[in-house]
C-alpha cells in the first residue's frame, strides 16, 4: 500500500500474514495480478479454501484486445 516503506513481504511474512488473518476470522482477501505473485501465495497457503478472494484483471485495453 502507500504507507508501505519496507517493499514486498518474502513468502514466509506473507504466509505468517495470511495466518494471522485466518486467527482472527477474516476471509475475504482483496487483490490484483498487478500486486506481484500475491494470488499464487495465497492459492498455495489456503489448501483448504478458507478464503474468499476478490481479485482484478488487467484492462482489455492494456492486453491489444478488442472484444469486437
Do not use: C, M, R, W
Not at 3 to 16: R, V
Not at 30 to 42: C, F, V
Request: glycine share 6%; charged share 20%; net charge negative.
Amino acid at each position: 500500500g502507500i504507507t508501505n516503506h519496507k517493499g514486498k513481504p518474502s513468502s514466509e511474512e506473507a504466509y505468517q500474514i495470511l495466518q494471522s488473518a485466518k486467527n482472527h476470522n477474516i476471509q475475504l482477501l482483496d487483490t490484483a495480478a498487478n500486486y506481484g505473485s500475491s494470488e499464487k501465495l495465497i492459492g498455495e497457503f489456503d489448501t483448504d479454501h478458507y478464503f474468499k478472494v476478490s481479485t482484478k484483471i488487467p484492462s482489455l485495453e492494456v492486453n491489444n484486445f478488442s472484444p469486437t
